[in-house]
């Protein structure tokens, strides 16, 4: 599996770069690989079937510097914040669900290693669909009941596309107010966690990559 740790870029860039290589991976040209990343600015990404203009009020992003753009991967509306770690996987198309839960075993292990002790989802009710950050799918993870890592996922002919999400930092107050249709902070808070929370610092993205890197080699078959 070839890792790659990138440097800070915008959401746009980011996204643009996955679904990259994603088209590769279709046509049989890309070994399976580990991107690491993590966020230029503030961002508000979208799932890849919902609409920016329907959802996001993108002249107050610009406002409020906060980058936003569409994943090439499903679910809701997602915040990041350019402290949190994000990563996307690519691999032979197999299982999707088996390849889900075997990254989102390799995910908690890291997690563990930074001093978290993660559960791994199974399913919740109590959701809104519109937004990722409003309840932990099966699978994702989270502290208490509180999601703290998500997972979406696209599936080719020939290959998967993971992207995952990380929240480092809880600041998303002014991301909150750019939503047309949205959740109230109070919501989020009781939805959601963060690593500084949990272990009250930011951990290095080189820390985290490393333990991803080595359980996801350890975790996730390779078949190409």
């Known amino acids: 599996m070839e890792l790659i740790v990138a440097p800070r870029a915008s959401a746009s860039e980011s996204m643009a770069f ?11 040209i890309l070994c399976p690989t580990l991107r690491i990343y993590s966020w230029l600015r503030p961002s508000i990404t979208v799932g890849y079937s919902q ?17 936003v753009a569409k994943r090439p991967t499903g679910g809701g509306i997602d915040f990041h914040s350019p402290s949190d770690i994000a990563f996307g996987i690519l691999l032979d198309a197999e299982d999707s669900r088996i390849l889900l839960q075997k990254t989102s075993n390799a995910v908690r292990k890291a997690l563990k290693f930074l001093g978290v002790e993660p559960a791994v989802a199974d399913s919740n009710s109590d959701r809104d669909r519109r937004f990722c950050c409003s309840y932990p799918s099966r699978f994702e993870l989270e502290v208490g009941g509180r999601k703290i890592a998500g997972i979406a996922q696209r599936r080719g002919r020939r290959s998967v596309l993971q992207q995952v999400s990380i929240a480092v930092s809880g600041n998303v107050d002014n991301m909150l107010k750019c939503l047309k249709n949205g959740i109230s902070a109070e919501r989020y808070t009781l939805k959601t966690t963060c690593l500084t929370e949990q272990i009250g610092r930011a951990p290095d993205i080189s820390e985290f990559s490393e333990a991803l890197a080595g359980e996801m080699e350890a975790g996730v078959p390779i078949s190409y």
Do not use: Q, R, V, W
């Not at 920016?52 to 107050?60: K, Q």
């Open 18 to 28: 996955d679904e990259g290589l994603f088209n590769k991976a279709e046509k049989g």
């Open 51 to 67: 609409s920016l203009d329907d959802e996001i009020d993108l002249e107050l992003c610009g406002e409020y510097g906060i980058d």
